[in-house]
């Protein structure tokens, strides 16, 4: 082999190890990329629970303010429940018993308005100031930032008429509706999730400001068991309402389903349910 031979066979061996040395650098930059790239998550949804007392000076104010929210966020974003209190003649035995689940029944802390962002992960009672603007800033400030918190877990749901409905109510203009909530629970996170339950909230609407959406039935926690990553849980609940028998007031009652940690009472995602 003369010299020319060995310079070109060379030559070869070191374009061909460039070649190779480039397609390697590229194909790790994008593996790089790739794992790199952000997983895609369920949209996270804010449950506000306010507490109000019918009489309360105050909470006219934050009724207000929450109301506007709730209708400029939209139910995919903000959903917001209001649980009446203390005998008003709205309360009821399962909004009392919440509020006592969150404050503790003999607290000195009990005093309506009293918000709660995602349960405990905010809490805000009494008014920020006395101008609508403020408290409005508050409140928004405080939904934001549970907004920009990743959901760990993704919720699904339905409903639909019991097959065995419940006798009428006694007045002739009543109705008891009767309905079977069904849905799944999935961890999208990369921890165990344990100490959570699935509960869920019917509340009706009516054109009053403190009634926008408030609760008629508190459906009972159902555990969920040590959740792994890409687990499920499937859960189903029944809830009977009493309504005047007419189409529009069947229209007004709305079904939220929230995931919710038993020990620190955090809302980890709330799930508004679509349809009648």
Same mark, same amino acid.
């Given at each position: ?30 593996? #790089? ?6 997983? *895609? ?15 309360? $000076?105050? !909470? ?11 209708? @400029? ?15 008003? @003649?709205?309360?009821? #035995?399962?909004? %009392? ?6 404050? @503790? ?13 995602? @349960? ?11 101008? #609508?603007? =403020? ?14 918190? $990743? ?9 639909? $008429?019991?097959?065995?409905?419940? $006798? ?28 959570? #339950? ?14 926008? !959406? ?7 926690? *159902? ?27 069947? %229209? ?22 679509? =349809?009648?």
């Amino acid at each position: 082999m003369n010299i020319k031979q060995k310079i070109s066979i060379s030559i070869f061996l070191i374009i061909f190890l460039l070649i190779l040395a480039s397609s390697s650098i590229l194909n790790s930059r994008v593996f #790089a990329q790739n794992i790199d790239s952000p997983p *895609q998550t369920v949209p996270r949804t804010v449950l506000v629970e306010l507490f109000i007392q019918e009489g309360c $000076p105050r !909470c006219p104010t934050a009724e207000f303010c929450l109301e506007d929210l709730a209708w @400029g966020y939209g139910i995919k974003k903000v959903i917001l429940v209001e649980e009446q209190l203390w005998g008003d @003649g709205y309360d009821t #035995a399962e909004t %009392n018993a919440r509020y006592d689940w969150y404050v @503790g029944i003999n607290s000195n802390q009990k005093g309506t308005p009293d918000v709660f962002i995602n @349960g405990l992960s905010r809490r805000l009672q009494g008014l920020a100031c006395d101008c #609508a603007e =403020g408290n409005y800033n508050c409140y928004k400030e405080a939904i934001d930032k549970e907004l920009t918190q $990743p959901p760990l877990v993704e919720l699904s749901a339905v409903k639909t $008429p019991h097959p065995n409905p419940l $006798p009428q109510g006694e007045k002739e203009e009543e109705k008891v509706l009767n309905i079977i909530i069904e849905g799944t629970v999935k961890n999208i996170s990369d921890s165990f999730l344990k100490d959570l #339950a699935v509960c869920g909230i019917v509340s009706k609407e009516k054109d009053e400001s403190g009634l926008y !959406c408030y609760a008629q039935d508190i459906l009972p926690f *159902q555990d969920i068991p040590l959740l792994l990553p890409d687990d499920t849980f499937n859960f189903e609940f029944t809830s009977e309402i009493l309504f005047e028998q007419k189409e529009e007031d069947k %229209n007004k009652l709305h079904t939220i389903i929230f995931v919710q940690n038993l020990k620190n009472k955090e809302v980890l995602q709330a799930f508004y349910i679509e =349809g009648d």
